[in-house]
Structures are given as structure tokens and as C-alpha cells.
């Protein structure tokens, strides 16, 4: 049984306009023991002018004032953990770097939302050319950002772009990616990092998890120990989104534990 969700975002998010207090009832409701709050700070984010979304950084101080009362306001019954979810472009190294060593976080995600200036959810990357090609290029970059910045915890939602691919899953598998697949395996690995197992691929109708359970295994079998598990929830009715597949899934690829994180160490949990 998994017993925390270490992903989700609140009304700090730019995508997000949950108040944090219905996250926190809707985990208590859900007997959660533990919920770790990851808002995105996407600095240099490509804003649309169509799309809702104007911003997505956000007043970190504020963000700790808040969420520091509703530690006090829960204690006892929820451990409320303060985490961030930032995005990972290779040009913003310092940024996170002075971002994330003045700030007490528990928890940091790095995630690739933007791929050379474009994030796949806009469907632009995609124009005139294959789901083989975008996909191709994103696990490229997100080599190349392992490279150069090292302020996070674990490697977000690696096959994210899947998502948003003309034909999504259709013909993506680990196999035909192995090459940069296992070279952000390992990097991830070497850098003493771990990745996350997102649920969020299958609210989005992909049919499997962040990342498939195949690109899972093959971390476990280079050496991979550290794994979080968290549903990327923006809504309360999407906290633990089909976390009771979590466990097999785990299991199937190796793992006997996953992982959580309290002021930026890894807490190794048994599966049960």
C-alpha cells in the first residue's frame, strides 16, 4: 500500500487554481499519511497568449508562509511536506541553483516541460514532423540538462511528451528509445538522483505510468534504488489517481521499496 503522494500541485501553480486546503482534506479523506505539495516554478516558460496559463513561478516565501500553518493545522493527522516541481532547461542552472539553496524544501522535481523553447502540450514541436523525432529530440534534451544542472531529487514524468504526441503511444516503446533512454538512466543514477513513477499517464489515457514500466525496470537494473511515487495531481479528486496498481507495478520491475523525501533525504518505504 502507498501510503503518500509526492506529486501535486495547488492554486500556486500557473495550471492549477485548487485551494491548497481542498488537496489537504481530499488526502486526509483518502487516509494518506503523508502528501508532499510540488507547485511549478517554470522560469522562462513559452507563455500563449490564447491559453490561460500567464505564469508559472510563483512568491516561494509566500508559498512556505502557507503551507508552514497548514503543517501546524494538520499535525497529527497529515505530514505536510513542502516540495517544488522546477523545469529543467539547461540555460537556467544558476537560476535553480539560488532558487533551491535559499530555500528549506524537502523535495525537488526536475521535470522537462519545455523542449528548446517549446513545450509539447501546445502541439508546435510537433508541426511537420514525427512523434519518432519529437520524442527523439526530448530525451536528448533531457540528457543535456542532467549535464548542466544538479539542484533537484528525482528526474519528473520522463516520457511526458507522450502525452502529447500526434499518436501518443501508438508506436512509442522503451526499445526504440533504449540509446538516450539509458543514457538518462545512468546519468540520473551517477548524479545519486532518482526518478518518479508519475500515475498521471494513465489519466491521460496512455495506459501505463511515468514512465512506462519498462523504462522502471531497466533503472532498477542499472542500479536504480531511489523511486517516488505521486499522481500530478492539480485537482483533489486526482490525489493517489490509480495508486493501487503502484505496488505490482513496482514489484514487477524489481523493486521491494519506493521512496519519500524529508528535507532533501530519501525515506525508503517497504511495499507491502
Not at 517544488?84 to 522537462?112: A, R
Not at 501505463?208 to 542499472?222: K, T, V
Not at 521491494?256 to 507491502?272: A, C, G, W
Amino acid at each position: 500500500m502507498i501510503t503518500s503522494d509526492c506529486h501535486m500541485h495547488t492554486e500556486f501553480s500557473g495550471d492549477c487554481n485548487t485551494l491548497v486546503k481542498h488537496m489537504l482534506e481530499q488526502a486526509v479523506n483518502l487516509g494518506l499519511e503523508a502528501i508532499c505539495i510540488t507547485d511549478h516554478n517554470d522560469c522562462d516558460y513559452p507563455i500563449h497568449e490564447d491559453i490561460s496559463i500567464k505564469n508559472f513561478t510563483f512568491d516561494v516565501d509566500q508559498y512556505f508562509d502557507v503551507l508552514k500553518k497548514y503543517q501546524k493545522e494538520y499535525e497529527g493527522k497529515l505530514d505536510i511536506r513542502i516540495g517544488i516541481e522546477i523545469g529543467l532547461q539547461t540555460h537556467l542552472k544558476e537560476y535553480y541553483q539560488n532558487l533551491i539553496q535559499k530555500h528549506p524544501f524537502d523535495f525537488v522535481i526536475g521535470s522537462i516541460h519545455v523542449v528548446h523553447g517549446k513545450d509539447p502540450f501546445y502541439g508546435e514541436i510537433f508541426q511537420n514532423r514525427t512523434d519518432e523525432e519529437v520524442y527523439r529530440e526530448t530525451f536528448q534534451a533531457t540528457a543535456e540538462c542532467l549535464d548542466v544542472i544538479e539542484d533537484f531529487d528525482v528526474l519528473g514524468h520522463i516520457d511526458y511528451v507522450v502525452r502529447y504526441g500526434k499518436e501518443k503511444a501508438k508506436q512509442y516503446s522503451y526499445q526504440t528509445y533504449a540509446d538516450e533512454i539509458d543514457t538518462i538512466l545512468k546519468k540520473v543514477i551517477q548524479k545519486g538522483k532518482g526518478i518518479e513513477l508519475n500515475t498521471a499517464g494513465f489519466k491521460y489515457g496512455l495506459g501505463f505510468c511515468h514512465p512506462h514500466p519498462d523504462i522502471i525496470r531497466r533503472y532498477r537494473e542499472l542500479g536504480g534504488e531511489i523511486i517516488t511515487i505521486g499522481a500530478d495531481a492539480h485537482k483533489p479528486e486526482h490525489i493517489a489517481y490509480d495508486f493501487q496498481k503502484v505496488s505490482e507495478i513496482l514489484s514487477m520491475c524489481g523493486f521491494k521499496y519506493y521512496t519519500e523525501f524529508k528535507n532533501r533525504k530519501p525515506i525508503f518505504k517497504q511495499l507491502l
